[in-house]
Structure formats: structure tokens, C-alpha cells
């Protein structure tokens, strides 16, 4: 194919899962055809997530998604643009251009004859600009806390602040910090139900589980005598992936791994000497200020200097199949204001308004580093989203760097929202260097997933709130046990489904003295989560009917469905320290009762759900996962456009993360790419990316990795030349116009 803008001839060659391996002679040409490569597979996926973080989708769906629209205008960056583009890496303006004069290139290949998703929503791709990747919403929904920060709060107006503290999971241990001149009523996360991220399901007319496994194994405990690297980053589940995988080689680059369509080079994978791969690291990157609004001007807000006036915007908003739409945007000394209610108003003061904080493009970086103290350096460019980086490289060497940009909070927690009249203001940030971060450490191994990674007594107030633990310590036992891993056992760890808090539950169950056949066919279980295990179902709706139970002797009913979401340690913890508000005056018999109580309750509804032959029962049959596309709403489109629904094993709690939210036990994230790395033969690497490469449902590569996916199987990640080419199956050249 010819293409304008190409300074020679590009090779693009797809092996046969879809993976794209491009070779050019420089910069420019090699970030050109990897945006025309992306929008070749992804076109329409890449086009919503533009319009996602310009604010304009109510455009092509309607007026359902102006609110949505609005809040996208109000976190866009607004700062100094030549600081933002050397934030990431010092070329970063010049990939931009390429890589989206690249995808523009595609887009006038296609005019006539669009990808038949633009053809089922009726309407076409627009022309991308460099600043298009600059996209602040693709990584809001994991820079944490504001919606927590509702849910506190109604909670403290509810039982006050210690009784609330006790209510939810903080660690280090915390009282929730109060302000007694603030009124806490009326706060609720509902109040930014139209503030979403790029990455949650867009439908024409989702909850998500944000979670990661990683861990870097030193060549002391592997088979070769090299590192190994594993990564299973969770996000939402949908078809198209999330993810997209690429091979980038040209002078000065040779990086393969995935990334995000939208954007270029690979945000996890492996170059010549380096492997890297990431978790959230759960930092606190957002405040909320309550504004109080002036009665005689409600444009007026209160500072500790007086009255001050809001800056505002007034912003165009095109409906489809309705008129333009005038919107002032509202923004005070804190940030854009997300909701008034003409007596006070929520600011949103987030990290995203700093230079550098686009999602994910700090990997720009990183792709270039050749060793560790170049990885150290690259880790200052990365601030969004906050995440914990595990490396490896050629030499023998694994280290761990957690990073992100942290404000510093000197007098407060940041875990509910705060006065905007004075003193609560961000004292600039943590130094990169000073977050936590090791390397060889003597155990010969690092492990994170998504668990409290500072240290005891750390010294900045950083973050409250972790995924528990159970994850992290399963991977860690498993790699504790003295054995040589290979690439084999990688794979099978994850794809672990082992429950750690099920054998916990089921300890206490045994001595609650249960004599029911469900009991025992928990206590025979041995905790498992497989998908044709009847236990695994009986256990994972039993854990439900307990928490639900707990949540309502802990709390108030007004603040039920604010608390839903308990963890498995939360359940834990009130059953190892039975106390009489919860469990009635003699705590321990109250307990043991409200287990077998609920136990029953459990087998009743597993008797309604699939029947009272428990032979019969089946985890699988209640865990499914639906590959659904934006469009499946569409007339007829869903039987072309959706993959499955296919029986999971696992679930949140096990590595193996295949969470479910809310009442339904289908699930709603986990893994859909997974990368084990090899540092003693690149090519000895594996990774499997779900459904699929593309996103046009004609294409081959649209859900044929689905079924590797599904049963816990991987392909090859070719990486040399020669491995490349056995298994080549398509090739493309673009030559210059």
C-alpha cells in the first residue's frame, strides 16, 4: 500500500495470532505505521476512545451522554503544552505526529468503504491530532479517590466518624478525619455517576474491577539461571481487548508487548535487555473540595481571603438528533467543579491537570531503557496511571519501582472531602526516589497485586485503601517453595485458582460445628474455585449471603448498599474478632450461628439457582464472561458483534482474578492479556491477548485467541527476526506516495 507521509518503505509482518511485527528505518515511519497498523484492527474502538476524552459523545450516541460529555470537557489539561509534551519522553511531540498522521493515513485508505462497525452506528472517523493522545480520561478511573470519598462521607453522616472508621478497610489504620465545620449530608458517590472513564463500557442506544498480577523471579529459582517476568494486568472485560499487542523495531527501538490502541509504542513488555510489566499502585491522586457557593452570587465561592469569583466556560456540545447545547463549565482555585447545589459546590482537584499525566504514555520511556539505573530515570516520567513496575533484565537483575505522581497531604488524610475556604491545600509531591522500590532483593523474588505496598510508618500519607492481600501471598507461596520455575510454571500460577480466604471461611466453619451435607461438602472441598465444581458455587454464594448479613448487624440500613462491597478480609476480620454489637451477647456462639444461618440461606438459593441435585450444581454455569461489543444494542448486531458467554473458574480473590459485582456472578474484568518473559531467550516468551487482535468482526484475528485465552493457553511472543518470520503468516509493505 501506498502512504503519504512515509520517508521509505515499511514491513509490516502479522504472525498467525494477529500480532503485528513493523520494521522501518526510522522514528518517524516506525510510529506512522504502527498508528496505521492499530486503526487498521481497531479503527472503531480508537475512535470512541478519542471521542471519550474530547467530550463528544453525545455526538454520535445522543443526549444520554452529554452529562457524560461535560465532565470529559472539565478534567481535560489546560496547562502549558510544551511542559507536557517533554514530561514524557523529549520526542514525545514528534511520535504524536507520526503515529497520528498514521492513523489519519488509514483513515482516507478506508473513506469509501468504513469498517462495518462505522456502517451499524452511522457515522464516520474523524482526523486525529497529536494532542488527541494526550487523553486524560483513559486512565481517570485508576487515579482514585474521589467517588471513595462520597461513600465515606455518607457513612460518617450516618454513625459519625468512628463508627465509620470501623466500617471500612484502611491500612495503615486510620480514623476517618472529620471536619466539624463541614456538613457531610447529601454526599454520595451517585452525585458523579456521569464521571466515567474512557475505559468502561460505552453502549449505543459498568461496574469494572481494576486489579493486576506481576512478579519477577531472580535466575537463582528459575531453570535457566535467568530471570523470568510475569504480568496479567486486570481491567474491564469487552470485546475489542483493551489491549493491543505490537512489535516496534527500527534504529533505536526493538520493544514488543501491548499497550492501548490509541496510543503509541508498548506500555508492558520487553525490549533487548529489559522486561517490564505493572500493577495499580492504589495512590491517592484526587481531593475533593467542598466549595461553599455565595446565596447573593452562587458563581461566588468562600476562600480564607474572602469571596472569589469561579472561572467559567461556556463550551459547544453537539446531540445527535438534536440541536447544539451551550454549557458553562465551572472551575474554582481547586479544579473543575463536578456538581452544585446552589448552596455548595464538589471541586475536583486530581492529578490530571499536572504536565505528564496522560495515561500510559510515560512508557515511552521506559521502551528505551537498557538497564536498571535507565529504568530508575524513566520511572520520573511516569505518573499516570500510579502503578507498581516489576523488572528484569539480561544481566540477572530484578528490581520493583512503585510509582505515580503523590501529593503530599501534611495535615490530613485525604479519605473524605474537605473545606475549599483554606488549609487543605496539596504541598507539591512525593520525589519519585522516596516511593518504595527495591532491587535483588535476598528472597529472589518480587510480587505485587494490587496490596499495600509502602512500608510500616511510611512518611507521606500516600493512600488508605489496597486490594487485600490473598493474591499476593498465594504467588508468594507458590514461588517460596524451593523448587526451578520454567515458563510451564509461570503458566500455571496464573491460571492459579486456589482460595486462600475459602480456606479461612471454611476453618471457621468447621468449628462452628456445622452438620449439614452442604457443610460437608464445603469441608471436603479443597478450596479450588474450578468452574465444574459444585463446592466452588455453594462457597462463592454463601460468601454473599454472609457479607451481606454482617454488613447489616455492622451498619445502619441507610448505608447498606454504600458497604456492599466488603472484601473477604473484611469478612474475616469481624469473624476472627466476634464482638456483641455484631454477633449478640455471647459473640462466639452468635457467630458460629449466623455462619450455619447463612449456610442455609446459601444452599436454598443454590436450590433455586440449579436445582437440589447437588451433584448437579456447577460453579461455571453461574461464572460466564460475555465479550460484549458498544454496538450489541444495535438491531441484529449483537449475534455478529458479541463472543460468548463461556464458563470461568476463579474468582476476584484468586490469581486466576475473574471478578463479579453487584448480584450477578458473571464476570466483569480479569486478564484478558497475560505475558510471561523470558530474559534467557526472548523468544522463549509467551503471552495470549482475549478475544482477539482485531476489532472488525470479518477478520480471522477477532476472537480466534479466545479459546487459547479460556483454557489458561498461550502463544509464542516471537521476538527475533528468524523467530518472526517461521511464523509469519500476512505481510505488508507501505512504501511512500
Known amino acids: 500500500m501506498k502512504v503519504p507521509g512515509l520517508h521509505a518503505a515499511v514491513q509490516v509482518l502479522r504472525d498467525r495470532w494477529g500480532v503485528a511485527h513493523i520494521y522501518a528505518q526510522d522514528t518517524h515511519d516506525l510510529f506512522m505505521a504502527q498508528g496505521f497498523v492499530a486503526a487498521q484492527d481497531r479503527l472503531f474502538q480508537m475512535e470512541l476512545w478519542k471521542r471519550s476524552g474530547q467530550g463528544r459523545l453525545a455526538e454520535v450516541l445522543g443526549e444520554g451522554a452529554l452529562l457524560r460529555d461535560v465532565n470529559a470537557r472539565l478534567l481535560q489539561y489546560r496547562g502549558d503544552m510544551k511542559t507536557e509534551y517533554e514530561s514524557y519522553a523529549p520526542d514525545t511531540k514528534e511520535i504524536l505526529e507520526a503515529f497520528t498522521t498514521g492513523i489519519n493515513a488509514y483513515i482516507e485508505s478506508v473513506r469509501g468503504h468504513l469498517p462495518i462497525e462505522f456502517q451499524i452506528a452511522g457515522f464516520g472517523p474523524e482526523a486525529w491530532k497529536p494532542e488527541d493522545c494526550l487523553n486524560r480520561m483513559a486512565a481517570f478511573s485508576m487515579t482514585g479517590n474521589s467517588f471513595n470519598e462520597l461513600k465515606h462521607a455518607a457513612v460518617v453522616a450516618a454513625v459519625g466518624a468512628e463508627k465509620a472508621s470501623r466500617l471500612f478497610e484502611f491500612d495503615p489504620a486510620v480514623k476517618l478525619d472529620a471536619s466539624p465545620n463541614l456538613d457531610y449530608r447529601g454526599l454520595s458517590a451517585k452525585l458523579l455517576r456521569n464521571l466515567t472513564g474512557s475505559d468502561s463500557r460505552i453502549e449505543f442506544p459498568t461496574y469494572a474491577l481494576e486489579g493486576s498480577n506481576n512478579w519477577t523471579v531472580s535466575g537463582k529459582l528459575t531453570k535457566s539461571g535467568k530471570p523470568l517476568l510475569a504480568n496479567d ?57 467542598v466549595e461553599e457557593l455565595n446565596a447573593a452570587n452562587p458563581l461566588q465561592y468562600k476562600t480564607e481571603n474572602g469571596w472569589e469569583e469561579m472561572r467559567v466556560e461556556r463550551q459547544s456540545f453537539g446531540i445527535r438528533g438534536g440541536p447544539t447545547v451551550s454549557v458553562d463549565l465551572k472551575f474554582t482555585r481547586h479544579g473543575p467543579v463536578l456538581w452544585e447545589d446552589g448552596k455548595r459546590a464538589l471541586a475536583l482537584r486530581w492529578v490530571g491537570a499536572e504536565a505528564g499525566t496522560a495515561g500510559y504514555l510515560g512508557s515511552l520511556a521506559v521502551d528505551r531503557a537498557q538497564n536498571w539505573n535507565e529504568f530508575e530515570t524513566a520511572m520520573e516520567r511516569w ?100 523448587k526451578s520455575f520454567g515458563v510451564e510454571d509461570m503458566e500455571k500460577l496464573q491460571t492459579d485458582v486456589l482460595s486462600l480466604p475459602a480456606q479461612q471461611l471454611i476453618a471457621f466453619l468447621r468449628r462452628a460445628h456445622a452438620r449439614s451435607p452442604e457443610a460437608e461438602l464445603l469441608l471436603k472441598w479443597d478450596c479450588v474455585v474450578e468452574r465444574d465444581s459444585g463446592a466452588a458455587a455453594l462457597y462463592e454464594v454463601w ?89 450489541d444494542q444495535a438491531t441484529q448486531a449483537k449475534g455478529l458483534l458479541d463472543l460468548g458467554p463461556a464458563s470461568r473458574p476463579g474468582d476476584e480473590y484468586t490469581v486466576n482474578a475473574t471478578g463479579y459485582y453487584g448480584e450477578s456472578f458473571e464476570q466483569v474484568s480479569g486478564a484478558s492479556y497475560r505475558e510471561i518473559l523470558d530474559t534467557s531467550d526472548w523468544d522463549q516468551s509467551v503471552a495470549v491477548n482475549a478475544p482477539g487482535q482485531s476489532g472488525q468482526p470479518g477478520s ?34 507501505l512504501t511512500p506516495q
Not at 444461618?597 to 444452599?603: D, N, V, Y
Not at 509464542?716 to 503468516?729: D, F, G, I, N, Q
Request: net charge negative; glycine share 10%.
Open 233 to 289: 494486568p486486570h481491567r474491564v472485560i469487552a470485546e475489542p481487548s483493551l489491549r493491543y499487542m505490537v512489535h516496534l523495531v527500527a534504529p533505536g527501538w526493538d520493544v514488543i508487548g501491548a499497550g492501548e490502541p490509541g496510543l503509541p509504542g508498548v506500555a508492558l513488555g520487553h525490549n533487548q535487555h529489559i522486561a517490564w510489566g505493572f500493577t495499580i499502585f492504589g495512590l491517592d491522586q484526587q481531593d475533593l473540595y
Open 543 to 631: 460468601l454473599k449471603e454472609l457479607t451481606t448479613a454482617l454488613i447489616e448487624r455492622a451498619a445502619p440500613e441507610q448505608v447498606w448498599k454504600v458497604l456492599d462491597d466488603w472484601s473477604p478480609a473484611q469478612v474475616l476480620h469481624a469473624l476472627s474478632h466476634p464482638n456483641a454489637e455484631v454477633f449478640g451477647q455471647d459473640p462466639v456462639a452468635g457467630r458460629d450461628q449466623l455462619l450455619r444461618e447463612t449456610l442455609i440461606q446459601a444452599t436454598e438459593r443454590m436450590v433455586a439457582l440449579q436445582g437440589a441435585d447437588r451433584s448437579k450444581w456447577n460453579w461455571g454455569k453461574l461464572h460466564a464472561v460475555r465479550f460484549r461489543h458498544p454496538l
Open 383 to 482: 505518573k499516570v496511571p500510579s502503578e507498581n513496575i516489576v523488572y528484569a533484565d539480561r544481566d540477572g537483575n530484578i528490581g520493583e519501582h512503585s510509582t505515580g505522581l503523590a501529593p503530599v497531604r501534611e495535615k490530613w488524610t485525604g479519605l473524605l472531602p474537605v473545606p475549599g475556604a483554606g488549609g487543605f491545600e496539596w504541598s507539591g509531591f512525593v520525589p519519585n526516589a522516596e516511593l518504595p522500590h527495591s532491587y535483588n532483593p535476598a528472597a529472589g523474588f518480587i510480587v505485587t497485586a494490587n496490596h499495600k505496598m509502602i512500608p510500616e510508618n511510611y512518611g507521606y500519607k500516600v493512600g488508605y485503601e489496597w486490594a487485600p492481600g490473598f493474591r499476593m501471598r498465594r504467588i508468594s507461596q507458590v514461588l517460596s517453595t524451593g
Open 700 to 733: 480471522p484475528h477477532y476472537s480466534d485467541l479466545l479459546p487459547l485465552w479460556d483454557q489458561g493457553k498461550y502463544f509464542p511472543l516471537a521476538y527475533s527476526k528468524a523467530a518472526v518470520e517461521k511464523v509469519t503468516t500476512d505481510r505488508l509493505t
